[in-house]
């Protein structure tokens, strides 16, 4: 009789035990590496963004997403030149176009596209390899592309 007491105040110890939520949490520093890792007994459940009624949303809650704005480029991957243009809405003009190497050197800068909606961008003196158009806007969200020379 005491072995099946003994027996049941363990069996009940375990499975109160046994709902609790353990967790391990980690920590990260800017570079992505992992700083500390910690087991949490008894965690409170985490609290998220609440969920609101579609009545109850404003503005404010709605994510913006930038690129409403086309840009096409032809051909990619590139031999001679590369052919720009785009479509830009609500005074968004375009301000600079930079050619990058992948090592980051500024290869070439356009300035004063303001009026125009297409640019050309001569390859023929750059060896074969990636390269990154980088398209400036007024509004200050860049957008970058990147460019296979053959």
Known sequence: MKYYII?????????????NQ???KFSYDNAGNQTSRTLC????PETGKQIKEIE???????E???GEDMISYYPNPVKEELYLKWELRDDNYVTSIQLFSLTGQVLKTFQGTKNTNTQNI???????????????????APKSFKIIKQ
């Open 7 to 19: 027996l049941m105040v363990l069996a009940f110890s375990l499975l109160s035990t046994a709902q």
């Open 22 to 24: 353990t967790k391990i």
């Open 41 to 44: 007994v008894n965690c409170p």
């Open 56 to 62: 109850a949303i404003v503005d404010e809650d709605l």
């Open 64 to 66: 913006k997403i930038e």
């Open 122 to 140: 001569l390859f023929q003196s750059y060896p074969s390899g990636v390269y990154v158009v980088l398209v400036n806007y007024k509004s200050g």
